[in-house]
């Protein structure tokens, strides 16, 4: 039986998992990431930084949530609903940057979401109903605070984990 979900073991998950991430990442070539069809038109590079947005974006909305705002979720723009469309957008945004833009970047956002899980009050990662769930959007699902935040760091890292493999081979 597993055993449950804990801030300390969901800080160490976090952190084992970036570092499986890293460690896959630094066995590609760096001229290698910024070529154009690792997965349609984009570049690895460009699906780092895809995954990078989401664990900013995720630290930025709980930031807000825990101080009773919702800016970064009420801009009425249907992409930023619709995941395909946010996609889209974040891509064509973003495609310019460099490689050394985006590894920074995709550092700073895990450790921006890193410093908002420790700022967490353990009951609140845990809990299906959060002090501001009344606040939370429709599209984040009714589970644990600390599913979601899986879901846009390290269960993203999965999605994407078996391309790089194959297309690093």
């Known amino acids: 039986m597993d055993t449950p979900m804990t ?13 499986n991430w890293e460690a896959l990442l ?8 910024t070529q154009p069809g690792f997965a349609g038109e984009w570049s690895l590079k460009d699906v780092i930084a895809h ?29 930023d609903i619709d995941v395909e469309l946010r ?19 995709s550092q700073k956002s895990f450790q921006h979401l890193l410093t908002v899980v420790q700022s967490l009050p353990e009951e609140e990662l845990l809990s299906s109903s959060p002090s501001f769930k009344a606040l939370l959007p429709v599209y984040w699902p009714d589970e644990p605070l600390w599913k979601t935040i899986a879901g846009d760091s390290y269960e993203h890292y999965h999605q994407h984990i078996p391309d790089i493999q194959a297309w690093a081979s």
């Open 7 to 19: 801030k300390e073991k969901f800080l160490s998950i976090l952190h084992s998992e970036r570092a």
């Open 87 to 105: 996609n889209a957008r974040f891509f064509k945004e973003h495609q310019h940057s460099s490689l050394p833009e985006v590894l920074a970047y």
């Open 26 to 33: 630094a066995k590609i070539d760096t001229s290698r990431m």
């Open 51 to 79: 995954v990078a947005y989401y664990e900013e974006w995720t630290a930025a909305v709980i930031e807000e949530l825990m101080r009773g705002e919702t800016k970064t979720l009420d801009s009425g723009e249907p992409e």
